[in-house]
């Protein structure tokens, strides 16, 4: 999976591309799909949610530019596999999933495989975590249509975010946020992409 569909189109942060290889997708991967787990393509894991192509999580991965100091929020955990392929590369990893079942599920799961550098937290994204802020970069996995205050707000500066921006049923900007040490903030496209919409309400469940 990873040289014919990462490497090969471009990937070549090779700390990311060992973690994907590292990473067991089809631990991930909704009930009946652990066949198709390393295919290049979405995949439902239930509650109308989907786990995301490996391309596009190496992708968002290599954009945030992890360092092994850095503590990372994902808005957005779904079945967990984001989190994971993180995990090894940063020192914390927090992951907030508004749907609840998905939240526990991935706490599950996440456990198992030892990923104890990860938090997950059932509630609203758009909140974000700001008991664990500033972080040094942050990753969404699900597109708002507009990008949240408060997520730039919890960027530390010189950090990244990487997300989704635009409307439900269409193509998508994935955009590369960037804070500078003076807090000035740009924008920049990276990409066409298709995500399921972010929506919005938080217990701690990991």
């Known amino acids: 999976m990873v040289e014919r569909q990462i490497a090969a189109r471009g990937i070549g ?4 591309l060992a973690a994907m290889r590292a990473v067991p997708r ?16 979405p995949l439902p894991i239930g509650h109308g949610q ?19 100091e850095h503590r990372v929020l994902e808005v957005g955990t779904g079945s ?17 999933e508004i749907v609840e ?5 991935a706490a599950k799961v996440l456990d198992e495989l030892g990923y104890d550098n990860v938090t997950v937290r059932a509630g609203d994204g758009y909140a974000g ?37 635009g409307p439900v049923h269409a193509l998508q900007e994935l955009r590369l946020i960037e804070k500078a040490a003076d807090g000035t903030v740009t924008d920049t496209m990276v990409a ?3 995500f399921v919409p972010m929506t919005g309400g938080a217990s701690l469940v990991r």
């Open 50 to 68: 989907t786990i995301s192509q490996p391309y596009i999580v190496a992708l968002m991965t290599e954009l945030l530019e992890p360092r092994a």
């Open 129 to 165: 975590w700001p008991e664990h802020a500033p972080f040094d970069s942050i990753i969404v996995t699900a597109a708002p249509d507009r990008v949240p205050e408060a997520l730039v707000e919890q960027l530390r500066p010189g950090g990244r975010m990487v997300i989704p921006v």
């Open 192 to 194: 066409p992409v298709r």
């Open 13 to 16: 942060d090779q700390r990311v």
């Open 80 to 96: 967990g596999y984001q989190a994971a392929v993180l995990s090894p590369l940063v020192a914390e990893v927090y992951t907030i």
């Open 101 to 105: 079942p998905l939240a526990r599920r």
């Open 26 to 41: 089809h631990r991930f991967v909704g009930e009946g799909h652990a066949a198709r787990a390393y295919e290049d393509h």
